[in-house]
């Protein structure tokens, strides 16, 4: 009501939060009384609230896996809203849109770019560049001083007898064992020991003694072990300069650690205001440890190093970086110390955002047809059936919410049966077919969504399955009991850790960025059933490449 008021009330600037997006652009769209104005949406890098909720026109933009993301406190692209807003005022010719992004993706470009005069490729309606920024002081390059940290551990099985109870599933046992030595006490307290000396001898007597650290974890479970092992050692040694801060969305449950019901509330006790933000401004604290939350349009100008312990990559690993470029009086360096990435894997996903982010294609439109080709073969819908439905919506009227249900039903019944025969039967080859399938329609609505504002695709069978898939996805259930890997037994050996050599990553001309080249093009992997006392082998092979480092055994085996 408030956002109607000021509206037609004559206001000529309404800044909005995420929350009320949608609103906003329904009134645009449909306000009687806005139709006669002219209106620019401009929108800053828009991100995720606190809590990790976000606005229902997400849902119809992001994949699973983009929300479940956004739910752990990721960040949400400002395209993204844009991308569903553009879709819903298509028609109206009153609302012009500006965004502003340092790493725009290549959808990013050839949904808002502008084809220059004689140009072929679409381009930023204006830019002001990385490399122009730096020059100009306007921030720092953060990969002057970067330092790589290799890590190296054994795993082992007590007794070389241990008979695994049968064969168990490579993949699944290889993550449960990455995640087991992740969260280990010792893998968190060795990179705490270092962390800490290395803010307090290089970092902490900056700026006057205010300067400002950030941890940056792989979970929010890695997280509140990261707040509990560098509490512990600051407590152990008696150090009362170093104070930091942990910050993730919602609830973590950790019984087997730091505790159950975990939240920023509670792992942060005597913090005067649940805005973290806020709470790391003054100089009480010094070292915030995240877990996606904070990695992205977090701005503390007094922040010099980053330290990090997650894998990072393309746009994810230049914004999270960047959270050390703003200027401060005083600030002319930062430091990252890198337990997980390559120096050069780092460097290159900056390369494409130093001067100009460009096209090296456009995306073929073509790939929408092969997709959808390939699902209709799948036989889990009837053309018949998504015919019904798209004409059910656009009759409109309260029988028209029965008869979509009437249209859609047959194939999410199709879909059901299948699924739990093949459960019952312990057919792995069809459940694998299914999940594909419900990859391959949200790939197809997502492609769909982009593809269509981005080319002009005169064919009307394309909106129907889009249509159609829509209502039916979120009704396909791919729901099993997956069988764990007992991996009680297993115990650390031997862990070390060592630096690299500091390397100043030095920031030139990039490549384009590639345009989606293809959709649904995913394939069933067959699961590969080995001994877990063999899988440990392959993986202390991978893993324990520093020999020597192992003669000490782990203090808590």
Known sequence: KELAAALTGGKQIVIVTIQTFEALIKL???????????????????????????????????????????????????EAYLQWAMGVTAHAPNISYFAFTATPKAKTLELFGRIPEGGELPEPFDLYSMQQAIEEEFILDVLTN???????????????????????DESTAVKALVRFVRLHPTNISQKVKIVVDHFRTFVQPLLDGKAKAMVVTGSRKEAVRWKKYLDAYLADGHIQDVKALVAFSGTVDDPDDVGEGLTEKTQNPGVWTSDLAEAFKPAVYNVMIVAEKFQTGFDQPRLV????????GGVQAVQTLSRLNRTHPGKDKTFVLDFVNEPDAILEAFLPYYRK??????????????LKSKLDSAGIYHWSEVEQAFDAALAGGVASNSALHAATEPAVDRFTKRWQGAFIADDRATLDELKLFKSDAAGFVKFYDFISQARNLEDTDLPRLHFF????????STATIENPVDISEVVLAGYTIAQGDSVKLTLAEGPGLSPITAIGSGAIHEKHFSALEEIIAKLNERFGEVRDCFRTRDPHG
Request: charged content about 25%; hydrophobic content about 40%.
């Open 469 to 476: 898939l829509r209502r039916v996805l979120p009704r396909l």
């Open 28 to 78: 645009l769209s449909t306000e009687k009384e806005l139709q006669g104005r002219r209106f620019a949406v401009i929108a800053d890098e828009a991100h995720s609230s606190q809590t990790g909720s976000t606005a229902g026109a997400l849902t119809k933009v992001l994949s699973p896996d983009e929300l479940a993301a956004v739910a752990e406190g990721a960040p949400v692209d400002a």
């Open 305 to 312: 190093a980053m330290y990090v312990d997650k894998k990072l």
């Open 146 to 168: 970067y330092t790589p940290y290799k890590v190296a551990w054994q795993l082992q099985h007590p007794g070389q007898d241990y008979d695994a109870p049968g064969e168990v």
């Open 357 to 370: 982010a460009t096209l090296t294609a456009t995306t073929d439109p073509n790939l929408v047809y092969d």
